[in-house]
């Protein structure tokens, strides 16, 4: 069973992943990123982080994706010009791509008792979770929740009207 | 239970539930004409079968027959999808509700309930959230100015609502202390109505919220500017015709019996009887099984007729009050009820 | 039962993907998202080695990483309309003003 899903939610990611690279409007691409991220979280939840699995779906999907095709709509991106493309970047890139994937899996292949996953192992509750979070990591939480805000007031800042008669989205 | 077993049982399940949930979305439709018709003092649909009471068949074969217009110069892959995504994730949700009481059932039988889940408070949210996909790609791809107004509109206003409708939620989440919704309605169970969420767990201004907030997210009156149509001919959907259009009208009222669903399982104890113990428990085993559901049905039937009647009384908001409501005002006090319900939480303890 | 290398060796996959992705495309919003693609093939090893070893912090980690992304898709996305206001493209061979 879990081989099953394991291999169509795998499939479902890389095939979304690949479609990201081909397709030539952005918005297919924003599609197929939201493929990619749902089947992520099938797979979280294969892993037993079910809490994870629905941030994944409701953070990642719902918002960070909803607000990319906001913006492709917004703006009304068109399809990709093509372009010669950044010569160094393909030549020295791709080299460098394959041989980060060749060390990383062979690491990953080589290495002894990594161990499996089953369906009947244990679910990481959502209160285990936050015991963690608030208790041990508090501080880094509250940290992040500056980030946010300050995130907030960088993207209002940006995005307002240069010259200012015009505040806001 | 084997493997086959449960696959099969929760076939059918699924099947149960989709037929009942359609044929809801059915007579919503039908209960809306005529309450709608009723407040405006005329009659609603009443020649089709009696008391109008077939009009949605009707109107069913009405929509089916009808041509199916495929636009020339819309982006015909996302405009196909989007009413299938609409639709989609509509039905999903309505997975993890359960109907009725689950000690009747035997063990290990989820009778009432597609799934049982431990997040199911948040399986609801993130569906919800998918579903904006729907309409903002229908609004895009039909390559017409005012189904892209529409889309961006209900876009950014399901964005900005989902926000204080996930917030309402946080204070009914500490009180059960999970997010299993069964759970939840367990954790009201106690007294009948006195413990209800809304009273007894002095969540009425989360409740207030909730229901602001779903309204929104519904795109139903008064908050229904993606297809305001005195401004915006029919919002996202213009140019859909035939199936495709009742596509979209279907996910509209599946969203609203979804809503009515988790509102009633959240704030009014699900499908738990208002009299507590004060009602002996019936002996008959049907009964305590039949008894659960009528109460459900009730509750749910309460909200979708509340969710009639504002439409039928409220104007629609404008725009910039829209966004100015939901972030000036549903944010904060929702967040002021987090504080709130937290603080007594933590002081009862 | 699923090796857990399996997840991992997807992870990877995921992450050079992404690269591929940064690399080859054009548009700054796909560039974009192609960066965050790379984050989600990374969470991904995250929440394989936090069902290995049984500890939850890796699953927070995820966790700070969505927060993470969250802000930066925020921000990213203001300074791509900024430049789209500029300059009227997205295409990043076109914004090269800086360049030699």
Redesign the interface.
């Known amino acids: 069973?879990h081989l099953i899903l394991f291999i169509m939610f795998a499939g479902l990611c890389l095939a979304g992943a690949l479609n990201l690279l081909l397709q030539k409007h952005p918005?297919n691409s924003a599609?197929s990123l939201?493929v990619v991220m749902?089947s992520l979280a099938v797979l979280y939840l294969l892993l037993g982080a079910?809490?994870l699995?629905?941030?994944q779906?409701?953070v990642y999907?719902?918002?960070i994706m909803?607000?990319f095709?906001?913006v492709i709509?917004?703006l009304n991106a068109g399809r990709e010009e093509r372009t010669r493309g950044s010569v160094s970047a393909v030549a020295l890139g791709f080299p460098a791509v394959a041989a980060i994937l060749a060390v990383i899996a062979t690491v990953i292949l080589k290495a002894q008792d990594l161990g499996s996953a089953s369906l009947s192992d244990g679910?990481t509750?959502?209160?285990e979770l936050s015991r963690v979070l608030f208790h041990e990591l508090l501080l880094p939480f509250e940290v992040t929740s500056v980030l946010i805000l300050i995130a907030i007031l960088g993207a209002v800042a940006l995005a307002r009207r240069g010259n200012g008669e015009e505040a806001g989205k | 239970m084997t493997?086959l077993q449960f696959v099969l049982f929760s076939l059918l399940k699924v099947l149960v539930v989709t037929v009942v949930l359609l044929t809801a979305v059915a007579y919503t439709v039908l209960l809306e004409r005529k309450v709608v018709g009723r407040i405006q003092n005329r009659w609603g649909p009443s020649r089709v079968g009696p008391f109008g009471l077939l009009q949605p068949l009707v109107d069913g074969v009405k929509l089916f027959l009808k041509e199916d217009l495929v636009p020339a110069s819309v982006y015909r892959p996302?405009f196909l999808l989007a009413p299938v995504l609409a639709l989609g994730c509509a039905l999903v949700s309505i997975a993890v509700v359960p109907f009725g009481n689950p000690a009747v059932a035997p063990e290990g039988f989820h009778l009432f309930q597609i799934s049982d889940?431990?997040?199911g408070l948040?399986?609801v949210?993130?569906?919800?959230?998918?579903g904006?996909?729907g309409i903002?790609?229908a609004?895009?791809s039909s390559n017409n100015k005012y189904s892209?107004l529409g889309?961006?509109r209900s876009?950014?206003q399901?964005?900005s609502y989902?926000l204080a409708l996930g917030l309402s939620l946080v204070g009914v989440v500490l009180r059960a202390?999970s997010?299993n919704l069964r759970v939840i309605v367990e954790s009201q169970a106690g007294h009948g109505i006195l413990s209800w969420n809304i009273f007894g767990g002095f969540q009425i201004v989360a409740f207030f919220i909730y229901l602001t907030a779903a309204y929104a997210e519904t795109n139903r009156a008064p908050f229904d500017l993606p297809e305001a149509e005195s401004e915006l001919t029919a919002g996202y959907h213009t140019e859909y015709s035939s199936m495709k259009f009742a596509t979209f009208f279907m996910a509209e009222y599946a969203n609203m019996i979804t809503v009515s669903c988790v509102a009633s399982l959240l704030f009014l104890g699900g499908w738990t009887s208002p009299f507590g113990s004060l009602l002996p428990p019936p002996h008959n085993i049907i009964l305590s099984a039949l008894l659960p559901i009528f109460w459900f049905v009730v509750k749910v039937f309460f909200f979708l007729f509340l969710y009639i009647w504002v439409r039928g009384t409220l104007p629609r908001f404008r725009y910039d009050q829209l966004m100015n409501f939901g972030w000036r005002y549903l944010m904060p006090i929702a967040i002021l009820n987090i504080v709130g319900t937290s603080l007594w939480l933590a002081l009862k303890h | 039962m699923i090796p857990l290398s399996w997840y991992l060796l997807l992870s990877a996959a995921l992450f050079a993907l992404g690269i591929v992705g940064f690399l080859i495309r054009r548009n700054l919003i796909t560039i974009f998202m192609s960066i965050e693609l790379m984050l989600n093939g990374v969470n991904l090893s995250f929440v394989t080695f936090a069902h290995q070893w049984h500890l939850v912090k890796g699953q927070i980690f995820v966790f700070f990483v969505m927060v993470v992304a969250a802000a930066e898709a925020a921000v990213g996305l203001a300074i791509i309309i900024s430049i789209f206001r500029a300059r009227a493209t997205l295409a990043v061979d076109r914004i090269d003003l800086m360049k030699l």
């Open positions: 069973m918005i599609l939201v749902t079910e809490f699995a629905a941030a779906i409701i999907a719902g918002a909803v607000l095709t906001f709509m917004l679910i509750s959502t209160e | 493997i996302l889940v431990n997040i948040l399986v949210l993130g569906v919800t959230s998918i904006v996909y903002a790609l609004g895009w892209l889309s961006l876009s950014a399901l964005i989902e202390g997010l």
